[in-house]
């Protein structure tokens, strides 16, 4: 019998990885995209256009918004998989459109789940969960299953509403649920609206000559940052076990934005000098003297989460699953993505 996934969020960072092992594991794979009067499926060209996966590979238009095409969709496909990778996704976003952030992030889940539930209650469901739920009070790290959590955004409140209903379905229904709580993964696929594509794109930029500085919010801010193809490998894992349940994965360390700041720029030989405090911190190239990064106040968060840091032992343990792409490889590999973007 063949493996059937569906995947929404089909054309993101993770969807895109997603799709390509599923793929590689001999699966068909559905993947959920919204209609936008622009083409928005730049990571998954590379697999629409590849002509091995033509009779495996479907695109549907829908929202995770709308039961009843989620319903209908499940039913169409009789998938046995089912990755929930669909959301506004962007933290400091959700401060801006809370109301949809719910919507979408959070009450889409369940509607998810009562498609399921109601079509075939044996598919096996993964959740996209989140470090955001943690909130990072610094005494609760390193944070694992166990830790209590506190979401300092909309985000991560709509996450956690999420998070507890494919708990609640587990237990109320006997369904094969999963939350993979998965700490910051990034790649040269990550938007350019998230802090770390944010820098590598602007190190690119600088070096070409098409932009004078980067501008950020609070460098202090710590995070536990993996490769995004590595955390999808994860999510497979956890649908092929026996029994269904919860997984922190992460990479056991943390690391400011000051520092990938720094090691994204050594990987162009400029040693950034920081002069300054708070918001009048600055960084120069210790050679030139350029000013090269500053900080601006507007991007900082109307709640900060200072400190993430997860313990991936379980998934390490029960999965066998372990990151494989250190930190500065990550950060090695996308800034080596951009500067080709603009030489």
Known sequence: ?????????????????????????????????????????????????????????????????????????????????????????????????????????????????????????????????????????????????????????????????????????????????????????????????????KITIAVAKIMAGKQDKLSLGNLNAKRDWGYAGDYVEGMWLMLQQDNPGDYVLATNETHTVREFVEAAFNEVDVNIEWRGSGIDEKGYCSKTGKLLVDVNPKYFRPAEVDLLLGNPAKAESQLGWKRKVSFRELVSMMVKSDINMFF
């Open 1 to 197: 019998m063949k493996n059937v996934a569906l995947i929404t969020g089909v054309t993101g960072q993770d969807g895109s990885y997603l799709s390509e092992l599923l793929l590689s594991k001999g699966y068909e794979v559905h993947g959920l995209i919204r209609r936008h009067s622009t083409i928005c499926t730049e990571r998954i060209e590379h697999i629409m256009n590849n002509l091995d996966y033509k009779d495996r590979f479907f695109l549907h238009y829908g929202d995770v918004t709308d039961s009843c095409n989620l319903s209908n969709l499940i039913y169409e496909i009789h998938p046995n998989e089912v990755y929930n990778l669909a959301a506004q996704s962007h933290v400091g976003v959700s401060f801006e459109v809370p109301e949809y952030t719910a919507e979408a992030t959070g009450v889409s889940t369940i509607k998810l789940l009562e498609a399921i539930r109601q079509t075939n209650p044996a598919i096996k469901f993964y959740q996209a969960s989140t470090s955001e739920l943690f909130g990072g009070i610094p005494e609760t790290a390193p944070q694992s299953e166990t830790t209590p959590f506190y979401p300092k955004s909309p985000y991560g409140a709509a996450k956690l509403y999420s998070y507890w209903v494919t708990v609640n379905y587990r237990e109320a229904y006997n369904m094969f649920t999963c939350n993979g709580i998965l700490f910051n993964h990034e790649s040269p696929r990550r938007g350019s609206e998230f802090v770390t594509r």
